[in-house]
């Protein structure tokens, strides 16, 4: 238990000061950009976060599932690493294909400058290798080298944007250009581990490729509808509102992202620890997995409870007075990532059993939701219905998700004393 407790307080401060990038960089962004330049940073981040998947066409998970396969040889293992991490490059062609078609129409059209606009598709490419690698580590338990290599980055990501915002004078371009360059250089990074653990070689393998797309293809949709939760808030916003308005929301949703942070962490350490006990399939370990996922609820709803009473003085010391809107939002948006803390905790049986195909079904409900909430609520209650939206549809997909695992994988929810 010790250990376990050891790997969850060491995510969780991995993914707290990871929010050094976005978070503790607030008072320097703010500082120096316009909420219009803001906005730009998050319109190229909503695009990233949207591309992400449909280039990798969701198919990292497949080499978790495979890496604790206890029927595939671990020979073998390089060859579905191999052929899994070059699903990608695919996805970038097509797309490269399709922004040069685009390129005269698809910028104002995505309320972007050109140079942003040629700037999505390479960070989006690197941006998922460096996200596959972290998530390796992770899955691999290599908790050392995962704590390393993200403290590096982050320390290599302030400095690029710090360097070029404030030394060189840039502006949404600096913080993107950083971006950027530091996922270029952690890909490569994770390329040299990769061949240090003998994990790639030439082996590609059509039938891999099949089966990884077979898997990861309706985990498309349920990417896409986190997205649309996620972000598509802020192209409501701004196509509705004002770019400035959308700016100043993402200061604040940057804010109550920080409950995420702490989804993430423990979504890191509950997968391995789910996994193997699922795989073991004995009463103590769905016990203790119950027990793990109640700690885990009331824990967020103390660090809400706890970021809400903080919100007035994070705005008021960290962050520009032109951006004190944004405090408006944190409590919607923290109880948002609340919700979403109890769909990860149920959708982990899903990924487990290989049943991906529920999470596509889930997330055309959701994507068509969270449209209509935005429209409507955005109309009726100006940018504060951004917010309403985002719980609101993070509380329905998490009570799909309940529903629907509660009925296929029955677990002792109920826990008697013993």
């Known amino acids: 238990m010790i250990r ?5 307080s060491l995510y969780t401060l991995v993914g707290v000061v990871n929010a050094g990038i ?48 206890p029927k595939l040889p671990k020979e073998q293992f390089p060859s579905v690493f191999s052929s899994v991490r070059v699903i990608p490059l695919f996805g970038i062609l097509i797309l490269s294909l399709v922004f040069f078609a685009g390129q005269h129409f698809l910028p104002p059209l995505m309320e972007l400058p050109v140079k942003a606009y040629w700037l999505i598709l390479p960070l989006t490419l690197f941006s998922l290798y460096v996200a596959n690698f972290s998530s390796f580590l992770v899955a691999t338990k290599r908790a050392a080298l995962f704590t390393s ?44 581990f990769y061949r240090k653990w003998n994990l790639l070689n030439w082996d590609i393998r059509k039938d891999i490729i099949q089966k990884a797309i077979f898997f990861g293809t309706p985990l498309i949709m349920h990417q896409i509808g986190k997205f649309v939760i996620n972000q598509s808030d802020r192209l409501f916003l701004a196509k509705m509102v004002s770019m400035d308005e959308m700016g100043i929301y993402s200061v604040g949703y940057q804010v109550g992202t920080l409950i995420m942070i702490l989804v993430t962490a423990f979504s890191n350490f509950f997968s391995p620890y789910l996994y193997e006990r699922l795989a073991r399939n004995q009463d103590k370990d769905r016990r203790e997995i119950v027990k793990m996922s109640y700690m885990f609820i009331g824990g967020i709803l103390v660090a809400l409870l706890i970021l809400v009473l903080l919100t007035p003085f994070l705005f008021s010391i960290f962050i520009n007075e032109r951006y004190a809107g944004g405090a408006n939002y944190v409590l919607w948006v923290g109880l948002g990532y609340v919700f ?7 959708g982990g049986y899903v990924f487990y059993y290989k049943k991906t195909y529920l999470l596509g079904r889930l997330a055309i409900v959701n994507v068509a939701l969270n449209f209509a909430f935005n429209y409507i609520f955005i109309k009726e209650y100006g940018a504060i219905g951004a917010a309403y939206a985002t719980c609101l549809s993070y509380f329905l997909v998490a009570l799909m998700m309940v529903f629907i695992v509660a009925r296929k994988y029955p677990m002792p929810w109920m826990l008697k004393r013993r």
């Open 4 to 8: 376990y407790i050891r790997n969850l």
């Open 22 to 69: 976005g978070f503790f960089l607030l008072p320097v962004l703010t500082a120096y950009l316009t909420p219009e330049d803001y906005a730009v940073i998050s319109l190229v981040n909503v695009y990233v976060s949207v591309l992400i998947p449909i280039v990798g066409l969701s198919t990292a998970g497949y080499i978790t599932v495979e890496y604790y396969n």
């Open 340 to 346: 979403w803390g109890v769909y990860s905790i149920f």
């Open 149 to 192: 290599t993200s403290f590096t980055k982050l320390a290599v990501e302030i400095g690029i944007t710090l360097s070029l915002v404030i030394g060189i004078g840039m502006q949404w371009d600096g913080r993107i250009y950083s971006a950027f360059i530091t996922a270029f250089v952690f890909t490569l990074l994770s390329v040299y």
